[in-house]
């Protein structure tokens, strides 16, 4: 089923429901509401996308200190989220309709929600369950502008942004009088501080993508490696990613000098979430495309290298401590996208530069 229509038997069913069940209130009475009791805050996607919508969060918790915050996520994301300081229940969602029911049943076992802020999940489910849950308010960043008819669902929504991913979520929630100016990502436990002393250089790989045009080629990984491995006796290459990502190590290995093997140590599919966290924690810098351990990184304040074709950094790149990160945006041609090597308009050479001058940085503060 086209997804135009899906909206239209939505908004079909929300109207016959609205006419005797629900709460929603008119739109403009929102700017009255000082408190809520019960908020539920939709991050029902990819790793990245929940750390997009960390500082947005955090700034709810920040202007309600008293209500309870029931966070919706992907069943993957539970045990990555469970006990942050920002909310107090966790509730699983995979986005599909046949589940709205049991997500309905869920939120309410926390009591009725006020409100609803939907700052990443799959339309138009995700308005269906939000009304039925008994939201009075329901908040949503559209990424679009003019999501007809499921606009008038909403109290509050953005319209015509430009900028970072971060900003538009943030401004989203300062229509509740939220504090936006802190635009830090966060990670929702606590991590333990990384013992880098009398260690060599870490430099970290993540060579996985959520698809493969947007994975930088393998053969580039392994130039990069074998570079810095022959120059600095002292380097390690750690690999990390899903356990989906494997056949990109053994390729990468297959590429590196045998005698090189030794210092390059494969954390790929052996970590959850959590120890990923940690893995990042102790790189001196990370290379990788734009993809959840880019926005961990950045979290963390573990330098970055960071490549972008594909994906427009202004929009999800690097926006907190731009004196950690380094940015490649490679250009691209209509050609080299009918050959599927898009990322390939990076060169090994681009990145060893950057890591170098990253490495160098860092081995300088550290005489210091």
């Not at 939201?135 to 606009?151: Q, S």
């Not at 430099?203 to 130039?223: D, K, L």
């Not at 990613?241 to 494997?246: C, L, N, P, R, T």
């Amino acid at each position: 089923m086209k997804k135009g229509w899906k909206f239209k038997l939505v908004d079909l069913f929300l109207r016959m429901y609205t006419r005797c069940c629900g709460r929603l209130q008119p739109a403009p009475q929102l700017v009255t509401e000082s408190a809520f009791s019960h908020i539920v805050i939709y991050s029902t996607t990819a790793l990245g996308d929940l750390m997009f919508n960390t500082p947005a969060i955090h700034a709810v918790r920040q202007r309600f200190p008293q209500a309870k915050i029931t966070l919706v996520v992907h069943k993957k994301l539970e045990a990555f989220v469970e006990g942050g300081e920002d909310w107090q229940h966790v509730v699983c969602w995979n986005t599909k309709i046949k589940t709205v029911p049991q997500l309905v049943r869920d939120i309410r076992r926390f009591g009725v929600p006020d409100l609803a802020i939907i700052l990443h999940s799959h339309d138009p489910y995700d308005y269906l369950s939000a009304v039925m849950s008994g939201a009075k308010y329901v908040l949503r960043d559209n990424y679009v502008d003019g999501i007809t008819p499921m606009d008038r669902w909403l109290a509050g929504y953005v319209i015509g942004f430009r900028g970072h991913v971060i900003q538009r979520k943030l401004a989203l929630v300062s229509m509740l009088g939220a504090d936006v100016s802190d635009i830090s990502m966060r990670i929702p436990f606590a991590v333990p501080p990384a013992d880098n002393i009398g260690r060599g250089t870490v430099i970290g790989f993540q060579m996985g993508a959520s698809t493969s045009e947007r994975c930088w080629p393998v053969e580039y990984f392994a130039a990069v490696a074998e570079h810095f491995l022959t120059t600095d006796p002292t380097c390690q290459i750690a690999l990390t990613g899903w356990s989906g990502d494997s056949p990109l190590a053994e390729s990468l290995l297959r590429q590196v000098n045998p005698v090189l093997h030794a210092r390059i140590v494969n954390h790929i599919g052996s970590s959850s979430l959590k120890a990923l966290v940690g893995l990042i924690n102790g790189m001196d810098v990370l290379v990788t495309g734009d993809t959840g351990p880019l926005h961990i990184a950045i979290a963390l304040r573990v330098p970055t290298v960071s490549l972008f074709v594909t994906a427009e950094p202004h929009s999800t790149g690097p926006y907190q401590d731009p004196d950690l990160h380094d940015v490649i945006y490679g250009v691209t041609n209509n050609l080299a996208i009918q050959q599927g090597h898009v990322m390939g308009a990076i060169k090994p050479q681009q990145v060893m530069d950057k890591v170098a001058r990253r490495i160098e940085r860092i081995k300088a503060k550290r005489v210091v």
